[in-house]
């Protein structure tokens, strides 16, 4: 089992920056690729952005350029955390942590671990 948790959303002005964590622990050694979906109310909810052990990213255009994904794998670690900048009322969600073993099972929103969420609030 793996056990995800996200921390750092929070309010902030139109064209701002947030930065998001999601530590993963427990059996983290089945963990290869790791992603962020976010969800607003009454819509879907949609890939933000992940990456892979090895660096491999993806990001929805909607959020290209103002979006990095990042990973610390490294001494035991295991946490992806998503630097949001030029934020726009839009990016309002609230935002999850995803992980699986295989990169495509985050892509399609099917990855077996789920963090709790963090609520960004993007005010204009």
């Known amino acids: 089992q793996v056990q995800l948790v996200e921390s750092g959303g929070g309010l902030v002005q139109a064209g701002g920056s947030l930065r998001l964590s999601c530590a993963a622990s427990?059996?983290?050694?089945?963990?290869?690729?790791m992603g962020w979906y976010r969800q607003a109310p009454g819509k879907q909810r949609e890939l933000v952005a992940a990456i892979t052990s090895g660096g491999t990213t993806n990001y929805a255009d909607s959020v290209k350029g103002r979006f990095t994904i990042s990973r610390d794998n490294a001494n035991a670690k295991n946490t992806v955390d998503l630097q949001m900048n030029s934020l726009k009322p839009e990016d309002t969600a609230v935002y999850y942590c995803?992980?699986?073993?295989?990169?495509?099972?985050?892509?399609?929103?099917?990855?077996?671990?789920w963090g709790q969420g963090t609520q960004v609030t993007v005010s204009s």
């Open positions: 427990g059996s983290i050694f089945s963990i290869n690729a």
């Open positions: 995803n992980a699986h073993r295989v990169l495509r099972a985050v892509l399609s929103g099917t990855g077996d671990y």
